[in-house]
């Protein structure tokens, strides 16, 4: 079946730093692919989507480019700040059918001043 | 007010026990979803809902049920509840024919 697969955290970075978080997948044809962040004590938001190869999501700073042919869909972003301490999770979700996201186990990002 | 909101917050239970957490959204959406989140795991869907004449099941709805009372409601209860289902529940809402889905605060809840 489906399946996505992020880097284990956490991922310690200090403020202003460039940030990397991998995350690739297996899925039988052209999934839609997301990341959701969870800040402490909240649920799940929708970061960014992109739904087709090649395609860039981006929102608040953070960036993701669609790979089809590495199967990846790492999360990026320029300089961090405090404030995105949170934990990230990557999913994925078939066009047809039932539409279940699959999320990966997430990665907790920690920034310090 | 929040779109999605889960009662209780918190709660802590004994074995055996039967609980109901509920789900309420004000987004107009036709689906519903319950997940569990633990600790190196992600999310798992237990049950999942297209309307309120069509549940489902989800990857592990063993030890779980729910009722869909209304469009905007969407209850899971735990029959008889075991420490194993200590964890952060969450409720989720999408609209048919689109992708994302939107969360609730979620509900911790602890088996002793």
């Known amino acids: 079946g489906d399946s996505v697969t992020q880097m284990e955290g956490p991922v310690t970075l200090s403020e202003e730093a460039f940030l990397t978080i991998n995350c690739t997948y297996t899925?039988?044809?052209?999934?839609?692919l997301f990341w959701y962040v969870q800040y402490p004590g909240e649920g799940l938001q929708l970061l960014l989507k992109a739904t087709k190869a090649d395609d860039k999501g981006s929102n608040k700073g953070f960036e993701a480019t669609y790979r089809k042919e590495t199967t990846s869909f790492h999360l990026e972003k320029g300089s961090v700040q405090v404030s995105d301490s949170a934990v990230y999770f990557c999913a994925l979700s078939q066009k047809l059918g039932f539409q279940k996201l699959v999320f990966g186990t997430g990665t907790r990002l920690l920034v310090s001043p | 007010d929040a779109d999605v909101t889960q009662t209780p917050r918190n709660r802590i239970t004994k074995t055996g026990k039967r609980i109901m957490l509920e789900c309420s959204q004000t987004?107009?959406?036709?689906?519903m979803y319950w997940y569990r989140q633990d600790p190196g795991l992600g999310l798992r869907l237990i049950y999942y809902?297209?309307?309120?004449?069509?549940?489902n099941k989800g990857e592990i709805s063993d030890g779980y049920s729910v009722s869909r009372q209304a469009q905007a409601k969407f209850s899971l209860s735990l029959e008889s509840a075991i420490p194993n289902q200590t964890a952060l529940y969450f409720c989720?809402?999408?609209?048919?024919?689109?992708?994302?889905?939107?969360f609730g605060p979620g509900t911790r809840l602890t088996v002793t």
């Open positions: 989720a809402t999408s609209a048919g024919g689109h992708y994302e889905q939107y």
């Open positions: 809902s297209f309307d309120v004449k069509d549940i």
């Open positions: 899925a039988t044809g052209y999934p839609s």
């Open positions: 987004k107009g959406h036709d689906r």
